[in-house]
């Protein structure tokens, strides 16, 4: 980067899958009517109190386990006072001095924090008659529970903050934390970041890179904006404490706010919630409750089914995927076999009818169930997709659509050679052909004898006795 580096930190918001807000019984779903999940404790009516959510405080402490940071006993509640119209109370209820974690590493990373907090509301821009004249309010997502991970500047390159935040969301949407939908807002990331020269140990001044959701935005986001930076030092100016936005369209960020001087928020602790209080008891019973991360199944996946790591990454893909895996195998199945079926004809039907794995009508003990048949020689592995095929579309196992279709695989050498025989006697070109060096014509033979057994013959059989006959 011409003889600069960039120094990046990350502060990523994420909602906990709680179903209701974190100070009131309001539903937390995606989707519904505007301002139709609202109370008087999340719009901040007068007499109004907030209770906590404990579910959502479990869940800020699961996430902060898996990210190795250490859970404070006592965390307070602050008032966070600005403006903003998706802000009903005029304060935002955050942790600020006394935090849920600290001192954390993820992937290498120091995380400096993470903290419980409300999320705001959102401001609607568009889709209304007179958008271009007004801006309308939704308070749905007002009182939504938060963590806030804020990491320390380790970071160095924007593929490397990209590749941070994916490993992030795998962790949170694995612990059932968080559903991981960027798209609708409920995991969002802002990026600090700052240039300096190579060997130069003070930071250079930051500028902030609000409201990225998506790896590809955050990576594109951080390219430009490093290399703008570098732009403005190398040329002699200097870089201005701010704001920015990106902009997808234009590929640039662009100013939003300045922050050349701290924006007072005037916090102070919350009067109406008393100090949140995490017993040893409460964080042992959350630990051990904890499945075993990504990573760690992952090296487990390896050594224990001696299957390649490529295998263990795509079976990983999420916990839903790794307990099936681990279900057919428990069935019966050969790991490296169950591997194959379920990133392969599994993976590719699923994904044709739109669904994911725990909504699969075949279930591990059905698909091990199938394994064997083929394992055992029962049915060809072309046979086999065929009842794969018929067994998501109806439910019933391999071994009851094998038997009531008389589909068993041809393995008997007698009945297998009288096949070839006919063959060889219906085909006495392809034969001499053969025979005189065009060894291409054995496929269309092997073709031949399959076709006459429709299917059913053992493929390995049909080579080998071919061969022999053709060879004599």
């Known amino acids: 980067m011409r003889d600069y580096e960039a120094v990046i930190g990350l502060e990523i918001h994420a909602q906990l899958l709680t179903t209701s807000k974190i100070f009131c019984g309001c539903s937390t779903a995606f989707g519904a009517a505007p301002n139709t999940h609202v109370c008087a404790v999340c719009l901040g009516l007068p007499g109004s109190l907030p209770v906590l959510n404990r579910a959502a405080v479990d869940d800020a402490i699961r996430a902060s386990l898996a990210l190795g940071c250490a859970i404070q006993e006592t965390s307070i509640f602050a008032r966070k006072n600005y403006f903003y119209p998706d802000l009903?109370?005029?304060?935002?209820?955050?942790?600020?001095?006394?935090?849920?974690?600290?001192?954390?590493l993820f992937a290498g990373v120091r995380?400096?924090?993470?903290?419980?907090?409300?999320?705001?509301?959102?401001?609607?821009?568009?889709?209304?008659?007179?958008?271009?004249?007004?801006?309308?309010?939704?308070?749905?997502?007002?009182?939504?529970?938060?963590?806030?991970?804020?990491?320390?500047?380790?970071?160095?390159?924007?593929?490397?903050?990209?590749?941070?935040?994916?490993?992030?969301?795998?962790?949170?949407?694995?612990?059932?934390?968080?559903?991981?939908?960027?798209?609708?807002?409920?995991?969002?990331?802002?990026?600090?970041?700052?240039?300096?020269?190579?060997?130069?140990?003070?930071?250079?001044?930051?500028?902030?890179?609000?409201?990225?959701?998506?790896?590809?935005?955050?990576?594109?986001?951080?390219?430009?904006e490093i290399e703008r930076q570098i732009d403005v030092v190398s040329s002699g100016g200097r870089v201005v404490q701010e704001t920015r936005l990106w902009d997808a369209a234009a590929g640039r960020t662009v100013p939003m706010r300045s922050k050349e001087e701290a924006h007072d928020y005037r916090y102070f602790p919350d009067p109406d919630l008393p100090a949140v209080i995490v017993t040893a008891e409460r964080i042992a019973a959350i630990r051990a409750a904890m499945p075993e991360l990504p990573d760690a199944r992952r090296r487990r996946i390896v050594e224990q089914y001696a299957l390649p790591e490529y295998d263990a990454d795509q079976l990983t893909q999420s916990r839903a995927l790794a307990d099936y895996f681990e279900g057919v195998v428990a069935a019966g199945a050969p790991p490296k076999p169950a591997s194959n079926w379920i990133m392969g004809e599994l993976a590719h039907t699923l994904k044709a009818h739109g669904v994911d794995i725990a909504q699969s009508p075949v279930g591990?003990?059905?698909?091990?169930?199938?394994?064997?048949?083929?394992?055992?020689?029962?049915?060809?592995?072309?046979?086999?997709?065929?009842?794969?095929?018929?067994?998501?579309?109806?439910?019933?196992?391999?071994?009851?659509?094998?038997?009531?279709?008389?589909?068993?695989?041809?393995?008997?050498?007698?009945?297998?050679a009288a096949l070839i025989g006919q063959v060889v006697a219906a085909n006495a070109d392809a034969v001499a052909q053969y025979r005189g060096g065009k060894a291409s014509t054995f496929g269309f033979l092997v073709g031949q004898v399959m076709k006459a057994a429709r299917g059913k013959a053992n493929p390995k059989r049909v080579n080998d006795l071919l061969k022999q006959t053709l060879d004599a």
Not at 88 to 104: D, F, H, N, R, V
Not at 149 to 164: G, K, N, S, Y
Request: aromatic content about 8%; charged content about 25%; hydrophobic content about 40%.
């Open 364 to 416: 591990g003990a059905q698909l091990a169930g199938l394994i064997a048949l083929v394992e055992k020689g029962t049915i060809s592995g072309s046979m086999a997709k065929d009842v794969f095929e018929k067994m998501y579309e109806t439910g019933r196992t391999a071994a009851a659509i094998v038997e009531a279709e008389g589909l068993t695989q041809i393995d008997d050498e007698s009945q297998i």
């Open 111 to 224: 995380i400096t924090r993470v903290h419980l907090e409300e999320d705001a509301g959102k401001s609607l821009h568009e889709g209304f008659v007179d958008s271009a004249r007004k801006t309308y309010v939704d308070f749905n997502r007002t009182g939504v529970p938060l963590v806030e991970i804020v990491t320390e500047p380790d970071l160095r390159t924007a593929a490397d903050a990209a590749d941070f935040f994916s490993r992030l969301r795998e962790v949170l949407v694995w612990l059932g934390v968080n559903d991981g939908n960027m798209e609708e807002g409920s995991l969002r990331c802002d990026a600090n970041v700052s240039v300096r020269p190579n060997g130069q140990a003070a930071f250079g001044t930051k500028a902030e890179v609000k409201n990225l959701n998506s790896f590809r935005f955050l990576q594109k986001a951080l390219e430009h």
């Open 88 to 104: 009903p109370k005029g304060y935002q209820i955050s942790q600020y001095e006394l935090p849920l974690a600290t001192g954390g």
